[in-house]
């Protein structure tokens, strides 16, 4: 069901032409198995959403990346702050058409976004996150994001097991002997 659901909400999303849809069909079926069918729409994603420069500058591997490593999600708010430079926040108008498109591949849960099955997580390791230090980094990016801009809830689901991924003891120390930070996660769990 999940192959044909999958398979079906491509063609309805990128076949044009009968000729389109002959390509695709005879190229999403070589797809052994769930996993292998979320690579090829991933690959068909980055080819209607990546930029080679600019803010969408591979947009759909910074985006699945970071989907991939959230521990409990990530708002679409969360999303664009992390994927913007800086101190400004991705434009809508960039993240916006790509997330309405993945949308079908996610879950809500509670404002915050998460894969809706392991196959498209692993397809996304696997295409995206092949090396520990490209894991490593991307926990990197959302422990340093949660640390500095998060409320105090997320930090407590978030933080700890980023920074467990990342073996930072010392930060990790630093942050469970905060008084604040311990009352939080004390009340919240």
């Not at 521990?71 to 309405?100: K, M, Q, Y």
């Not at 990016?141 to 933080?159: C, F, G, M, N, W």
Request: hydrophobic share 45%; charged share 25%; with cysteine.
């Amino acid at each position: 069901v999940l192959y044909l659901r999958t398979f079906l909400e491509e063609l309805r999303l990128v076949a044009k032409t009968t000729n389109e849809l002959d390509t695709m069909k005879d190229s999403y079926l070589t797809a052994v198995n769930p996993q292998a069918m979320f690579e090829k729409v991933i690959v068909r994603m980055r080819r209607d959403f990546d930029s080679n420069s600019g803010l969408a500058k591979d947009l759909v591997r910074r985006t699945l990346c970071l989907l991939w490593a959230a521990r409990s999600g990530l708002s679409e708010n969360e999303l664009s702050d992390l994927l913007g430079t800086g101190v400004n926040p991705l434009p809508a108008a960039i993240l916006s058409p790509f997330f309405i498109s993945i949308k079908c591949y996610l879950l809500n849960r509670q404002g915050y976004f998460v894969f809706f099955h392991g196959a498209f997580r692993r397809a996304v390791e696997v295409l995206f996150l092949s090396s520990p230090e490209d894991k490593k980094a991307t926990h990197r990016q959302i422990s340093d994001y949660v640390r500095t801009h998060a409320p105090l809830v997320r930090k407590v689901s978030e933080l700890p097991a980023h920074l467990t991924v990342l073996c930072a003891w010392d930060e990790l120390y630093d942050l469970l002997s905060d008084p604040v930070f311990l009352a939080a996660a004390w009340k919240t769990n």
